[in-house]
């Protein structure tokens, strides 16, 4: 799948004030999608996810179960530990629940300390 498909499936499903419940608790709340990404609220925070950080992610793992785990080692952006250009742990959950929304994920599910989905190589609906 190329990047503007994978784009296309994620936003046919989300729109700007979908909340969305995380699997850790809380919720996220959807601020903007534009170019760059999807721009969500957790708590007091706004955080992006960037398109092409999440299709990559998406393609470096589809086929596999994925942990939050994985997508922190992949890119910077999905944690908020890394030494340079630290992101936000909050990209890993909020990636697997968009994933989920478009069948492009099952329903991430704890695994001791981490969060895990298998990401599809297709849509499943």
Not at 28 to 42: E, L, Q
Not at 93 to 119: I, N
């Amino acid at each position: 799948m190329e990047e503007r498909e994978f784009k296309r499936l994620i936003e046919a499903c989300i729109s700007v004030g979908d909340v969305l419940p995380n699997p850790g608790g809380g919720t996220s709340t959807i601020t903007k999608i534009d170019d760059k990404g999807v721009r969500y609220r957790r708590g007091k925070s706004v955080m992006l996810l960037k398109w092409d950080i999440f299709y990559g992610a998406y393609r470096q793992f589809g086929g596999k179960l994925v942990d939050t785990r994985d997508l922190r080692t992949f890119d910077n952006s999905f944690d908020s530990r890394a030494r340079e250009s630290a992101g936000h742990s909050c990209n890993c959950t909020f990636a697997l629940m968009l994933l989920e929304r478009a069948g492009l994920a099952d329903r991430a599910v704890k695994r001791g300390r981490r969060f895990s989905a298998h990401f599809w190589r297709e849509p499943h609906r």
